[in-house]
């Protein structure tokens, strides 16, 4: 029998979180409130700030969920800074 090779595929993401994503690894920071809402796409070389319209909270949890970010501490208390997880192998 041959081996199925579906564990190690990435989830299927939405337009949205491929957009999140693609952002993140250019360079900007993507921080919530601390509930995960409003999220802000923010680049540290210029301190540009972009505000994802189709992005919002469940956005947030899914990509967490997918195990594609993860939380950090923000500057503020009441802010969340995400970070992309180490990839797996």
Do not use: C
């Amino acid at each position: 029998m041959a081996k199925q090779k579906g564990a190690n595929l990435l989830p299927k993401l939405t337009e949205t979180e491929q957009d999140l994503l693609s952002h993140i690894q250019d360079g900007y920071e993507l921080k919530t409130d601390s509930l995960g809402g409003n999220p802000v796409l923010r680049r540290l070389k210029d301190n540009e700030e972009i505000r994802p319209m189709s992005a919002n909270r469940n956005t947030i949890k899914a990509m967490e969920r997918h195990g594609l970010i993860s939380p950090g501490k923000g500057r503020d208390a009441l802010t969340i800074v995400w970070r992309l997880t180490k990839k797996r192998n």
